[in-house]
């Protein structure tokens, strides 16, 4: 089984520039708890979750609506292809510990 039929295809991301009281707001109008971050370009460049807002901005003592979002994302984040098999990447997944990656193409 390949990613492509398990995928989401509805993407909510959220530009690196941005501050954390934007994506804390989408995350939340859209009821999610995590979205890729993308540059001007659109690469994805991070991930950003709810834990993140919470543990690196909040529980930090930084203004949400002075926080870049470069400043609290994970960057570096694992990805996955649409046409890989779900194994490997179920695998892949494992060994970097995270519950939630981007496909991209």
Same mark, same amino acid.
């Given at each position: 089984m ?8 509805? /993407? ?24 890729? =971050? =993308?540059?001007?370009? $659109?690469?994805? =460049? $991070? ?11 909040? *529980? *930090?003592?930084?203004? &949400?609506? %002075? /926080? &870049? ?7 570096? &984040?694992? =990805?996955?292809? %649409?046409? %890989?098999?779900? %194994? ?5 997944? $494992?060994?970097?510990q995270?519950?939630?990656? &981007?496909?991209?193409?």
């Open positions: 390949q990613i492509s039929e398990l995928m989401t295809n509805r /993407v909510i991301s959220v530009r690196q520039s941005e501050t954390a009281d934007v994506a804390a707001r989408l995350l939340s109008r859209n009821n999610i708890g995590a979205m890729p =971050v =993308v540059d001007d370009s $659109g690469t994805v =460049v $991070g991930m950003l979750t709810d834990r993140d807002l919470v543990v690196r901005c909040m *529980a *930090a003592g930084f203004r &949400p609506q %002075e /926080v &870049p979002i470069a400043q609290i994302m994970t960057s570096g &984040p694992v =990805v996955a292809q %649409e046409d %890989e098999d779900v %194994e490997i990447v179920s695998a892949r997944m $494992g060994y970097a995270v519950r939630r990656i &981007p496909v991209v193409r």
